[in-house]
């Protein structure tokens, strides 16, 4: 099968889910490049593949003409590959927790996703942050997003129903990052660009950790990754 | 002095410092927002002032409309303020280097600023990154431009003409962060988002640092700023 109209139903379709609304309509995502084609292979929640590369198959190969390619994709100059994939389901939540409450950049999201993985905390909770399937998001997670374990709830929701985690906050007035004691089943919390984190999750952490640095604030994305690099190597 | 009109020679020519040809001719550049005109005003760099705000005086202010304002802007939702300022002199370079060579995004450049002078690393070599006076960048170090010695210059010649200087690379195969012994006069080196530091240059560095991950890569800044907190709290 190859397609070669841009007029195509399906590849209009698939356009749509560039909207987040029919993201969470279809309950799917694209992904673009082959970095994270062979992602979702490994994962395995390909639906369809769209591609102008012939050494690509499988029965869920859709062969396509570049300017189809073009019109599917949201980069100025597509790699020759993409992907709609099913979202990914939750699982257990895993003792090391990432929550992020109302991040708004997407490529911050990202940063923070791949560093999540990255340092092992592999449950990210996104509270009221931009959409998790934006395009850019997926590019800044660098493929890593399939391997993480990603809730989307409320912070406190998430607070109420496991309470045999202790939460730490961030905050500029704060204990040091080395002068505070872990513990094992813990979760992070990282607030908005501008606003940081909301009082009313603020007045329920157990501890507020601040970064010593010569600047008003650091980048959330660093801030973040600073934390859990720090609490991976205790 | 107020300007209505988007045709005006000084609006047309400012709208020109968009263009990194014309910043590097004019020795200029242009900031937007309150945070950056209070940072340029303590710098004492501020050549021209454009405000819709007449609450901001002095001899340097010009007040425009706010269609010339949003001419003058490259963000859709203009601040009412916007300066042009001088390009920053080098001073003498301090104890703590940053090099950047080939950083390309632009977002990745200012986050690297900000924690630069966040972790006291305030003298930054740019060797062939993206432009420092590109709009992005100066949004991103968040107002903490000014205060750093930035010297555009490569890498292997800021080396020679600084041989005081113990050089870090970064490197998968490195030295694990916290065992390595960190000389007072130091210099990190950063490379490109894709392929790293240069071979000639990492050929060069006395020792390349490694930070423990579950992932492939970190995001360059978060990379960068993780080595310069670690050695801030040596």
Redesign the interface.
Known sequence: MKISSVNNQLIKDTVKLHNKKYRDLENQFITEGYHLYEEAVKYGNIKTVFTIDETIVGDKVIYVTLPVLEKLSQTKKPQGILCVCEKVKNNEVTDKVLILERIQDP?NLG?LL??A????FNTVVLDNTCDLYNDKVIR?T?G?LFKLNIIEKNTIEFMIQNPDYKYYGTSMNGVEL?KIEYDKKLALILGNEGSGISKEVLSLTSENIT?????????V??AG??IM?HI??I
Do not use: Y
């Open positions: 490529g940063t791949r560093s993985l990255g340092f092992g800044s660098q890593n080395s970064i010593k640095t010569n600047v008003e604030s650091l980048n994305g660093v990754s600073i690099h991976s190597r």
